[in-house]
């Protein structure tokens, strides 16, 4: 498996995490919501509509960044391999190769940037 098959299969699993993360979040809202409006005691409604708003966020937060791991898939995928591996022409290039790698984790923000 080559290094940008891995980085595709990351992306590819962190996009379906997220994803998922966001359905689940989108239920709890509508949930929250379905109880606020059942509620005859308003206080309680409020409280419910509350935590239908918070998870309404997390959602949201959840679908932006499933967004941001395909656009990141999508940036991998038209990379050429020399892109992404940079060349291996002798041992004065391991350092600039290693960086290039460092670069691209810090890039799809596996890393922190500097």
């Known amino acids: ?6 980085f595709d299969s990351h992306l590819e699993k962190s996009s379906a995490h997220h994803d998922a993360i966001a359905k689940c979040n989108r239920a709890m809202a509508k949930a929250h919501k379905n109880a606020a409006d059942a509620h005859t005691d308003q206080v309680v409604a409020q409280a419910h509509r509350d935590i239908s708003e918070h998870h309404g966020s997390l959602a949201k937060a959840h679908q932006a960044r499933q967004e941001d791991f395909e656009t990141l898939r999508e940036n991998l995928a038209a990379a050429s391999d020399a892109d992404v591996l ?9 350092m600039q190769h290693a960086a290039s790698h460092i670069d691209i984790l810090k890039a799809m923000r596996f890393l922190p940037a500097d």
């Open 1 to 6: 498996m080559t290094i940008k098959e891995v």
């Open 86 to 94: 940079g060349s291996h022409e002798g041992e004065t290039r391991d």
